[in-house]
């Protein structure tokens, strides 16, 4: 009942209370004391700096380490000391059905069906089995719709499944960047680019959440302009799963894939997730690349040359879970699915309202603000670009304990993580822009 009390607490701080911020340290404790989710910093190790805790924001590029996750390291290698092989059946885990144990847990995160997710491989390698699928051009329609300066990877990947199928990047791909003198995407020029690309469209992909600017998209409506025109449409949700709040099925999204070391906290490495739409991921006639560990499970031991698709994500599995490295993700799923993302998301809000108070009291900033302000086009991350000296800042914040993130060209990215970030953490680095950092400029 009490966890109930807590989630129903936070849902209501934004519409029940009027809250007048204040630029004091004083404040910011007094934020952390009535934290109603202030006990699960504690299922975390906070790295320390000159024996103190930092104030880490690198969750959006390496999430910290749950402390269930040495527990249970260590029962699965004891597992594997007394039983050897036998560990695929008889191990506390069973390592067979091993990625069975958070497929409701991981479900819940993103917003889909259990049937519709799995853990598996890594982000870039499910990009591409995921194109592989649901990128199926011809000759009149092929293009793909992309954002401008999304990640390398997804660049790359996209690129090369163009030219896998015979075409041109530069003339397959449109690129959607945003108008001048502006840093984020407009969404209509987006839909308005779905809508010109027409019958020539055969995907639209983009990031949930860009990695420069942190802007959230709007999914639901990029989805629903694709379907529109007869394209499929999927995201990259490497910076917006266990970040914002997803609702991939309802959506109506097609595909998704996302990696779990950054806001699931799952270890660097950390293996992959997957989403496909129930009514692609029931299609048994659906192209796949396919693998044994895709093959239905009640006769996958039958050995047998004919391919027989499990009828869920699952279906798209190549090879055997790899145990150990999903073992800090099932840690930090019991985290999210005890806390509930919608606490988490109204956590999120109330940092970010808390620390554009603070920005907002700094006269003369040497940086500008790149992720927009309104609630629902950001989640963790805030990007600011400065105009000079961004570097040196940075890496004096990082001799202070202050962990954030370099961005080339000029861009420090800091990302609050409701669950184990304090509202103390923001007030040290917003003390230190203001005190130390423009002092020294």
């Known amino acids: 009942m009490l966890l109930i009390e807590w989630h129903l607490l936070y849902i209501c701080i934004p519409i029940l209370i009027d809250m007048t911020f204040e630029a004091t340290p004083a404040f910011a404790a007094q934020l952390d004391s009535t934290d109603p989710l202030k006990a699960y910093r ?16 690198c969750g959006n590029s390496l999430g910290l ?7 249970y390291m260590q029962e699965e290698l ?22 069975h144990l958070f497929t409701d847990r991981l479900a819940a995160v993103v917003g889909a069906l259990p049937t519709e997710v799995v853990a598996m491989n890594q982000l870039t390698v499910n990009l591409h089995l995921l194109m592989l ?11 793909i719709i992309m954002e401008a300066g999304a990640f390398p990877s997804d660049q790359y990947a996209i690129a090369s499944q163009a030219m896998l199928h015979g075409f041109d990047p530069n003339t397959a791909i449109i690129e959607i960047a945003p108008r001048e ?15 010109d690309a027409g019958d020539t469209l055969a995907l639209v992909l983009f990031g949930g959440v860009n990695y420069y600017t942190g802007q959230l998209f709007d999914m639901a409506g990029i989805t629903a302009a694709a379907h529109a025109v007869g394209a499929y449409c999927g995201f990259d949700l490497a910076h917006a799963a266990g970040n914002a709040s997803l609702s991939l099925h309802n959506w109506g999204v097609d595909f998704a894939c996302w990696c779990s070391y ?3 906290n799952a270890g660097p490495g950390a293996v992959g997730g997957a989403y496909i739409h129930e009514k692609h991921a029931t299609n048994p006639h659906l192209f796949r690349l396919t693998g044994w560990w895709g093959n239905d499970e009640t006769t996958r031991f039958a050995m047998k040359k004919q391919f027989i698709v499990q009828q869920s994500a699952g279906g798209w599995q190549m090879s055997n879970a790899p ?18 993302m919608p606490a988490l998301a109204a956590k999120r809000t109330l940092m970010n309202q808390y620390i554009d108070f603070l920005f907002s009291q700094l006269n003369n900033k040497p ?28 890496e004096q914040l990082t001799q202070k304990g202050i962990i954030a993130d370099w961005r080339e060209p000029n861009v420090i990215r800091i990302a609050p993580v409701p669950l184990y970030n304090t509202y103390t953490d923001i007030y040290t680095f917003y003390a230190y822009i203001s005190e130390f950092g423009l002092s020294e400029l």
């Not at 699928?133 to 293009?143: E, I, L, V």
């Not at 150990?324 to 806390?339: D, K, T």
């Not at 991350?381 to 800042?393: D, P």
Request: proline share 5%; glycine share 6%; charged share 20%.
């Open 42 to 57: 504690q299922h975390f190790h906070i790295p320390e700096h000159e024996g103190k805790p930092v104030a880490y924001f």
């Open 65 to 71: 380490q749950p402390k269930q996750a040495a527990e």
């Open 78 to 99: 004891n597992d594997w000391a007394t039983m050897g092989v036998e560990g695929h059946f008889r191990a506390k885990r069973p390592w067979f059905s091993y990625h």
């Open 133 to 143: 699928s649901f990128y199926r051009p011809t000759a009149t329609r092929y293009k």
């Open 181 to 195: 003198g502006s840093y984020t995407i407009a969404h209509e020029d987006i839909l308005q680019a779905i809508a």
């Open 262 to 264: 950054k806001y699931l």
């Open 323 to 340: 145990v150990m490295n999903m073992v800090a993700l099932h840690a930090s799923l019991n985290i999210f699915a005890e806390c509930g």
């Open 367 to 394: 940086f500008e603000i790149i992720t927009p302000t309104a609630s629902h086009q950001r989640g963790c991350q805030l990007s600011l670009l400065f105009n000079e000296n961004g570097k040196k800042i940075f």
